[in-house]
Each structure stands twice: as structure tokens, then as C-alpha cells.
């Protein structure tokens, strides 16, 4: 008979892994994969006013962002650099906090100013978290992330000024600036309206150049847009647009990056009042103008889940379209799937019109379900007497096609609209697993699937988080 021997040092290590989890705890996502929560018993350090050199933000640390906190001080007169410049790199697990706005204070808000840089690069096991301060949490609880870089844009004189008042300038001549990494970022609860109909977006992008990293970014409960890119040319993959309350891919002032794998997924009851809520709302700027470069992004692989989930879901009167392409854009989106909108496509303006005919405004290879065809709304609209953007839609040699609803294409509503763990992935059988075109597009990996996902690899499982509101990052 063999005795056992006690082995202390893995005795120890048991032990040490065993406090790691009680302290920092873990749970399942939606694929029953184990997702380590943060510990929420961290020290708290207040942050506030201008950053310059150097920064690092560990992982044992919550930073608290009291009013706008600046990388960089800035200045918007043409031509000049800016007066200082800082780098700011976040530990993969950094939970970061944003204080909430009152009237007369601003919220919590980073803004990275041109000429610095932010490496915040999580893992999917450790992704960086930005959200609410708040025990409560509720959408526009902080400001958000904001990036301006030196890219251009179609702004008088190529420089601008995000809205809101709150110093983020952006624009110059570089297309391939730098600005740093974002990744595997979740950004929670951002939004709140600095003035009115003047909110900050969850992650605002103003004229990023393409050297700029933005890959694997979740941005949640957000009373404004999820992303918004003014001008630039930054490239993204992998975004998760969750609950936002207005749009979700908002495109403006000569945006001309490339966008990837994306997915957005609204609920029923969360829209905006003033504006009305779409999943794309893009403009060449807020005029209309011709101005050059024109906002002409091309995006591939997105799956929007609209707040439909079937014909007989009740709905916020204040949803909108599922792409309002507005203002003389020339955007282009291929190999996407679009579901549960009052409208599909929206094609406004005069000059917009005339893109599309001329196929400078491009949609190919898509699949449009579950859109009303009732009252005012139908799924293709124009504002131009004689364009027929169904027809157009339709047309044989773009490749698009239309489903009654998503069970047509493989998904199962109960998995698909579970709010807090959602099933994006199609069933084996789905006709969006195949079909997918790239055929003259470069930049973009190649892959036979329409919509975000194919039949087997959910790509935001681990990190990404469906249910925010149950997690404590702050004692």
C-alpha cells in the first residue's frame, strides 16, 4: 500500500488558484465557455484634467474618470501640432470608470488628442473594460472614448471639432497616422449629452489614419451611437454594437476605412427620441455637400439584428431604417445580412441617388428580412421621384435577396434573441453560409459567408458581455 505525500508547493498553488477565483469569480457566456469576471475589490484612483508623457494604467487598479480627461492638449488652428502629447497603454483586465455628468460638469470621458496615442490592447480572455461609476448602471451614465488623430477629412480647411464643446479636435494630412490599439475593448453605458442632442458616442473615431488598430471592440447600453467615424481612414474588425439607443454605424465628413465582421443587436424598447434610431446613418457631412474625399467606407460581414425579433413584435415608434444612406455618401457594404427594421434601404438626397445609379454607393451580395411593408414604411425608400430602390436593391448583377425571417435563414429565435446571451452563429444549413463575393474588393479577408458569422466560431465569446448590469467592477 503506497502512502501519499503531501506536496506543499501544490498545495499552495491550489490554494492561490483557488482565492483567484473566489476574489475575481467567473461565470459562463452564451457558449458555456468560462469568462473571468474583474474583482471588484481593487483600489480606486481618480483621474482627472490633462495627461502628457508617458501613462500606464495597470490591471490592479480601477481608474475613476472625473470630467474630460485629456491625453495630449491640443489645438484646433490650422497648421500647428499639438502643444503637448502623451501615450497612454492599459493593462490587458484594466477596468476603467466613467464618474456621471451632471448639468454644468461634464461626465467622465478619455479623450486621446491628435498626436497621442493609447495602446490599450486586452486579450479575449482579458479584455479592457470602460464603464458606468454608478451602482445603478443606465445608458449615458459617462462620456465615452474618444480618438482624433491626423487624417483627412472634408471639413473646411481639413480640421474640425467633435460636438459637444468639449475640445476634441481632429484632421491634418496624414491617412496614415498612427493613434495606437484598441482591442479587445468593451465600452458600457457611455453617452450622456453634454448639451442637447449633443451626446459623446460610446467610441468616437475622428479622422483616425489607417496605421491606427481597432479590432474586437463591444460597445453597450449607449444613449448615443456605438461607433461614429468623422473622416479618417482607420480600418475596423470585429465590432459589437449592443443595445445602443441611436445608431449604430454612423459614417460622416469623408470616412473612407475599411469595416469587417460586425453585428448589431437592438432591443425593443431602447431608441432615440429626437433623432430616431437606425443601424447605419451615413452623410458626406451635415450639408449634403460634395465636399472631397466623400464618406466612402466599405463595410462587409455585418449582421444587423434589428428590434424585431418577429411580425408581431411591438416596437419603439422612434425606430428607424436599417441603413439611412443620406446626404451625397458613397458607401459600399457587401456580404451583409439585415433584419427587423421598419425600412431596409433609404436612399435620400439628390446627389445620393445619382451614386447609386452610377454604383458609387454600392450594396451587394445582402440579404434583407423581416421588414415592414405597412403605412408609411416599406422596405426600400427614396425621396426622389422616379428612383425605384427596390428595383435597384434588386437588381440581378448586385447578388441581394430577400427572407421573410430569420428562421428562412437558419436561426433559432429563442437562441438568436436570448438578451443576455445571444446565439449569432446560423445553422449548418443556412443559406448565408454561402454566397459571399470579394471579387475587385482587396483589404478584406475572404470568406463564403454572408453576415458577420459562420456556422461554428462565435468570435465574441470570452470577452464580449451581454448582460453588464449583473457585474460589479467597483465596491
Given at each position: 500500500?503506497?502512502?501519499?505525500?503531501?506536496?506543499?508547493?501544490?498545495?499552495?498553488?491550489?490554494v492561490a488558484v483557488l482565492i483567484i477565483t473566489l476574489v475575481s469569480g467567473c461565470?459562463?457566456?452564451?457558449?458555456?465557455?468560462?469568462?473571468?469576471?474583474?474583482?471588484?475589490?481593487?483600489?480606486?484612483?481618480?483621474?482627472?484634467?490633462?495627461?502628457?508623457?508617458?501613462?500606464?494604467?495597470?490591471?490592479?487598479?480601477?481608474?475613476?474618470?472625473?470630467?474630460?480627461?485629456?491625453?495630449?492638449?491640443?489645438?484646433?488652428?490650422?497648421?500647428?501640432?499639438?502643444?503637448?502629447?502623451?501615450?497612454?497603454?492599459?493593462?490587458?483586465?484594466?477596468?476603467?470608470?466613467?464618474?456621471?455628468?451632471?448639468?454644468?460638469?461634464?461626465?467622465?470621458?478619455?479623450?486621446?488628442?491628435?498626436?497621442?496615442?493609447?495602446?490599450?490592447?486586452?486579450?479575449?480572455?482579458?479584455?479592457?473594460?470602460?464603464?458606468?461609476?454608478?451602482?445603478?448602471?443606465?445608458?449615458?451614465?459617462?462620456?465615452?472614448?474618444?480618438?482624433?488623430?491626423?487624417?483627412?477629412?472634408?471639413?473646411?480647411?481639413?480640421?474640425?471639432?467633435?460636438?459637444?464643446?468639449?475640445?476634441?479636435?481632429?484632421?491634418?494630412?496624414?491617412?496614415?497616422?498612427?493613434?495606437?490599439?484598441?482591442?479587445?475593448?468593451?465600452?458600457?453605458?457611455?453617452?450622456?449629452?453634454?448639451?442637447?442632442?449633443?451626446?459623446?458616442?460610446?467610441?468616437?473615431?475622428?479622422?483616425?489614419?489607417?496605421?491606427?488598430?481597432?479590432?474586437?471592440?463591444?460597445?453597450?447600453?449607449?444613449?448615443?451611437?456605438?461607433?461614429?467615424?468623422?473622416?479618417?481612414?482607420?480600418?475596423?474588425?470585429?465590432?459589437?454594437?449592443?443595445?445602443?439607443?441611436?445608431?449604430?454605424?454612423?459614417?460622416?465628413?469623408?470616412?473612407?476605412?475599411?469595416?469587417?465582421?460586425?453585428?448589431?443587436?437592438?432591443?425593443?424598447?431602447?431608441?432615440?427620441?429626437?433623432?430616431?434610431?437606425?443601424?447605419?446613418?451615413?452623410?458626406?457631412?451635415?450639408?449634403?455637400?460634395?465636399?472631397?474625399?466623400?464618406?466612402?467606407?466599405?463595410?462587409?460581414?455585418?449582421?444587423?439584428?434589428?428590434?424585431?425579433?418577429?411580425?408581431?413584435?411591438?416596437?419603439?415608434?422612434?425606430?428607424?431604417?436599417?441603413?439611412?444612406?443620406?446626404?451625397?455618401?458613397?458607401?459600399?457594404?457587401?456580404?451583409?445580412?439585415?433584419?427587423?427594421?421598419?425600412?431596409?434601404?433609404?436612399?435620400?438626397?439628390?446627389?445620393?441617388?445619382?451614386?447609386?445609379?452610377?454604383?458609387?454607393?454600392?450594396?451587394?451580395?445582402?440579404?434583407?428580412?423581416?421588414?415592414?411593408?405597412?403605412?408609411?414604411?416599406?422596405?426600400?425608400?427614396?425621396?426622389?421621384?422616379?428612383f425605384d430602390v427596390s428595383a435597384w436593391f434588386n437588381d440581378a448583377s448586385r447578388?441581394?435577396?430577400?427572407?421573410?425571417?430569420?428562421?428562412?435563414?437558419?436561426?433559432?429565435?429563442?437562441?438568436?434573441?436570448?438578451?443576455?446571451?445571444?446565439?449569432?452563429?446560423?445553422?449548418?444549413?443556412?443559406?448565408?453560409?454561402?454566397?459571399a463575393s470579394f471579387t475587385g474588393l482587396t483589404g478584406f479577408t475572404t470568406v463564403?459567408?454572408?453576415?458577420?458569422?459562420?456556422?461554428?466560431?462565435?468570435?465574441?465569446?470570452?470577452?464580449?458581455?451581454?448582460?453588464?448590469?449583473?457585474?460589479?467592477?467597483?465596491?
Amino acid at each position: 500500500m503506497k502512502t501519499k505525500q503531501f506536496n506543499l508547493k501544490q498545495s499552495v498553488l491550489t490554494v492561490a488558484v483557488l482565492i483567484i477565483t473566489l476574489v475575481s469569480g467567473c461565470k459562463k457566456d452564451g457558449n458555456n465557455n468560462d469568462v473571468i469576471v474583474p474583482p471588484a475589490d481593487r483600489p480606486v484612483r481618480d483621474v482627472s484634467g490633462n495627461l502628457t508623457g508617458n501613462i500606464l494604467w495597470d490591471k490592479d487598479t480601477v481608474y475613476r474618470l472625473n470630467g474630460v480627461v485629456n491625453v495630449g492638449i491640443d489645438s484646433i488652428q490650422t497648421g500647428t501640432t499639438p502643444q503637448a502629447t502623451g501615450i497612454l497603454t492599459i493593462e490587458a483586465g484594466t477596468v476603467i470608470v466613467g464618474k456621471k455628468g451632471t448639468a454644468g460638469s461634464n461626465p467622465g470621458t478619455l479623450v486621446i488628442h491628435r498626436g497621442s496615442k493609447i495602446f490599450a490592447e486586452g486579450t479575449a480572455a482579458k479584455p479592457i473594460i470602460f464603464s458606468s461609476a454608478e451602482s445603478s448602471k443606465a445608458p449615458g451614465d459617462w462620456g465615452g472614448l474618444v480618438v482624433c488623430g491626423k487624417a483627412t477629412n472634408n471639413q473646411p480647411g481639413g480640421f474640425a471639432t467633435l460636438e459637444g464643446s468639449y475640445g476634441a479636435h481632429h484632421g491634418g494630412s496624414d491617412d496614415a497616422d498612427n493613434s495606437g490599439i484598441i482591442k479587445y475593448v468593451r465600452l458600457e453605458y457611455a453617452g450622456f449629452p453634454i448639451l442637447t442632442d449633443k451626446e459623446i458616442n460610446s467610441l468616437t473615431m475622428g479622422s483616425l489614419g489607417s496605421g491606427t488598430t481597432i479590432s474586437h471592440v463591444q460597445a453597450s447600453y449607449g444613449l448615443d451611437d456605438a461607433f461614429e467615424w468623422f473622416g479618417g481612414t482607420v480600418n475596423c474588425d470585429h465590432l459589437v454594437a449592443f443595445k445602443t439607443t441611436d445608431d449604430d454605424f454612423d459614417c460622416d465628413f469623408g470616412y473612407r476605412g475599411r469595416v469587417q465582421f460586425a453585428v448589431s443587436f437592438r432591443s425593443a424598447n431602447l431608441a432615440d427620441p429626437v433623432s430616431g434610431s437606425n443601424s447605419f446613418e451615413v452623410d458626406n457631412d451635415g450639408g449634403g455637400s460634395t465636399n472631397a474625399p466623400f464618406t466612402a467606407p466599405s463595410f462587409s460581414n455585418v449582421s444587423v439584428f434589428g428590434p424585431k425579433q418577429d411580425s408581431t413584435t411591438s416596437i419603439d415608434a422612434n425606430f428607424r431604417r436599417a441603413m439611412h444612406l443620406r446626404r451625397s455618401n458613397k458607401i459600399k457594404i457587401y456580404n451583409s445580412f439585415f433584419t427587423g427594421y421598419p425600412q431596409g434601404v433609404v436612399i435620400d438626397g439628390g446627389n445620393t441617388r445619382t451614386y447609386a445609379e452610377s454604383d458609387e454607393l454600392v450594396i451587394k451580395n445582402s440579404v434583407l428580412s423581416l421588414m415592414d411593408s405597412w403605412s408609411a414604411y416599406v422596405p426600400y425608400k427614396s425621396d426622389q421621384a422616379g428612383f425605384d430602390v427596390s428595383a435597384w436593391f434588386n437588381d440581378a448583377s448586385r447578388g441581394n435577396g430577400t427572407v421573410a425571417n430569420v428562421a428562412a435563414v437558419g436561426y433559432t429565435a429563442a437562441n438568436l434573441y436570448n438578451s443576455t446571451a445571444p446565439n449569432f452563429l446560423p445553422a449548418a444549413t443556412s443559406s448565408l453560409l454561402s454566397g459571399a463575393s470579394f471579387t475587385g474588393l482587396t483589404g478584406f479577408t475572404t470568406v463564403a459567408y454572408k453576415g458577420a458569422f459562420d456556422g461554428t466560431t462565435n468570435w465574441t465569446s470570452g470577452w464580449a458581455e451581454y448582460n453588464p448590469a449583473a457585474l460589479v467592477y467597483v465596491r
